[in-house]
């Protein structure tokens, strides 16, 4: 059974926005703090004990204290649940929180090659060491399957598929060639 937890549902910069006076925000940081919301990312599970991250938001270490299943297991002086991190683009909405996923534990990032590429010509993310955290490539309209720590089978099939929309404008100026075009 697929089981999926919603860690946030807000756009970027979420809610409130930090710089946004807005009648939406201002409502959240006064009489309506249940309009909060951080940015949008799921987990989703097949076992319920291992968990894969759909992006990775700036909200995450915020999003995974409030997440009992994505905690360490009890007795456990270092342990995570996540076994790997989805990456849908390379927006910073969905990348940032990479960051707060250093300190050693072992996962694999899953992403297309383009975003793979941006992660390596940043530098920032080699907080990252590949010893620990491996990258995998995908392919547009071919279906994969993430792996357990141990190298056995999630049970979770995930086909990527492009949609319309611009880049990540962090990718605006860099020589990151393009996939040859399909068809
Ligand atoms: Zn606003």
Redesign the pocket.
């Known amino acids: 059974m697929l089981r999926v937890v919603v860690l946030g549902a807000a756009a970027g910069g979420g809610?409130?926005?930090w710089n946004?006076?807005?009648p939406?925000?201002?409502a959240a940081r006064t009489e309506h703090p249940e309009l909060q919301s951080t940015q949008a990312s799921i987990a989703v599970s097949a076992d319920g004990a291992h968990w894969f991250l759909v992006n990775a938001s700036p909200d995450l270490r915020q999003q995974l204290t409030a997440t009992p299943q994505l905690h360490p297991k009890a007795g456990a002086l270092r342990h995570s649940p996540i076994s790997g991190v989805i990456l849908t683009n390379s927006e910073v909405d969905a990348v940032a929180g990479l960051l707060s996923m250093r300190e050693g534990s072992p996962f694999t990032i899953y992403a297309h090659e383009r975003v793979l590429a941006i992660l390596r010509t940043n530098s920032i993310f080699n907080v990252l060491n590949e010893k620990n955290v491996k990258r995998q490539g995908n392919e547009v309209d071919m279906t994969f399957e993430p792996a357990l720590p141990d190298g056995a089978p999630s049970g979770i099939e995930i086909l990527p598929f492009e949609v319309p929309g611009k880049g990540a404008w962090t990718a605006a100026n860099t020589s990151i060639s393009l996939p040859p075009a399909r068809g």
């Open positions: 809610v409130p926005q946004c006076g807005c939406v925000c201002l």
